[in-house]
């Protein structure tokens, strides 16, 4: 077993954990910033160890009970224990100090964007074990935690949720993704799924079910509204699961983007056209590159549904994107949205991008590190004009951030 130590934790850091030193750098799980805590070294690196606050000795003011009795097993939050107005505050922390220390740049955020703490998750993964049992995974590991909620997730999830519990049809599934807004639907994953048994989701009160083979009972998609547009996306594509955050941050990506009438777009990594969607009515055009088939086919979907002519979709990744190589040619994209996943953009990506030499980038990320990488490759072409923080998952240390880029 390996041995407890009495530390004093420094900065917050992405991940949930706490800067704190004891003969060398230690990482602390489950403290808050300026608390005294005994801890449990869980894990020695070379440079660093791990190690878990098991008993507080000087509490911070913001330390706050856990709502969910879950909390600490489920591996789904982090910052239960801490009072929202401070979990934002450790989020700015964590990206001030991403963009200073990796990006190279001092530029102060803009105005956080935050909603409400709990109930705000539109779509959910839920694990089931081999006996039946609904939850999640118990953080590092493949063990299910049995829910009855989860306080996190739309209570249209969470009636459901209950719903299925105990349900003896639902054995040899391994999981079951929930996503609701105008409507709601079921995916189902695992080998052994009984196609002949799926109206039993109807019968509970699902619109619709979509296995992993395709085959589909009731309705295949989960429709949204965007500003007055009807969007809808299938159970595997990708879509921001904070639906009330994702409109304010298009509202908020809109307005920094300024007056671009006339002009042509690229939405990289565009998904269902969560952002080519609301732009199209005031652009000349918009290309969409993504690469998930179920995505294109949703985005098209959605051209076709809200009449959209100014709209295409390539499947090609950013690094292959066509461009005009004639002399003294315009930029054929004025502006460029880039959204790509948590690791942020190739090296080829970025050197594709400032080949295209757009006039602005919108640069949407889940990753405050790459982000901050990201910016300082770029940096040498592009000045970072504006960033802010949108706290799409509260309780969790996960960050959102959209950064605006003008040309030099």
């Known amino acids: 077993m390996m041995e407890q130590l009495e530390l004093q934790t420094e900065a917050p850091l992405y991940g949930g954990l706490c800067l704190s030193r004891h003969d060398g750098v230690v990482f602390v799980k489950g403290a808050i910033p300026g608390e005294r805590v005994i801890a449990q070294l869980k894990e020695q690196k070379r440079d660093y160890s791990i190690a878990e606050a098991i008993e507080i000795l000087q509490r911070s003011e913001d330390r706050v009970q856990p709502r969910c009795p879950v909390f600490t097993v489920c591996g789904g939050c982090h910052y239960q224990h801490i009072s929202y107005e401070r979990q934002l505050a450790i989020k700015e922390e964590i990206v001030t100090d991403c963009l200073q220390r990796i990006g190279k740049t001092d530029i102060a955020l803009g105005t956080t964007l935050a909603g409400q703490q709990w109930h705000y998750r539109s779509k959910a993964q839920f694990k089931l074990s081999d006996d039946g049992a609904i939850g999640f995974y118990k953080e590092d590991s493949r063990d299910v935690v049995p829910l009855d909620e989860c306080l996190i997730c739309k209570e249209a999830i969470n009636v459901l949720l209950r719903r299925l519990r105990g349900a003896r049809f639902i054995r040899g599934i391994k999981e079951i993704h929930i996503l609701t807004g105008k409507n709601t639907i079921a995916y189902v994953k695992g080998p052994d799924v009984d196609e002949g048994r799926m109206d039993f989701f109807l019968d509970v009160g699902f619109d619709g079910v979509v296995l992993e083979n395709g085959h589909c009972v009731g309705e295949s998609h989960c429709g949204f509204t ?5 969007y809808t996306v299938s159970a595997q594509t990708f879509f921001q699961s904070n639906w009330e955050l994702n409109l304010r941050l298009i509202q908020r990506l809109s307005e920094a983007l300024g007056d671009v009438v006339g002009m042509t777009i690229l939405d990289a990594y565009g998904g269902a056209g969560n952002f080519s969607l609301p732009l199209s ?11 998930n088939p179920y995505a294109i086919a949703d985005g098209k979907r959605n051209i076709e549904s809200n009449q959209f002519k100014n709209i295409k979709y390539i499947s090609r990744p950013l690094e292959k994107t066509t461009i005009n190589t004639k002399p003294k040619a315009p930029p054929p994209y004025e502006v460029v949205i880039v959204d790509p ?12 991008l400032l080949t295209l030499n757009p006039h602005r980038i919108a640069y949407v990320s889940c990753n405050p590190a790459t982000f901050a990488r990201d910016i300082q490759k770029l940096s040498q072409h592009y000045t970072l004009s504006a960033v802010n923080l949108i706290d799409m998952f509260p309780n969790t240390y996960h960050c959102e951030l959209m950064g605006i880029l003008n040309r030099k």
């Open 341 to 352: 996943p948590r690791v942020g953009l190739t090296t080829a990506a970025i050197s594709r």
């Open 281 to 291: 009515p005031r652009c000349r055009g918009v290309t969409v590159i993504e690469s």
């Open 226 to 230: 965007i500003g007055g547009l009807s």
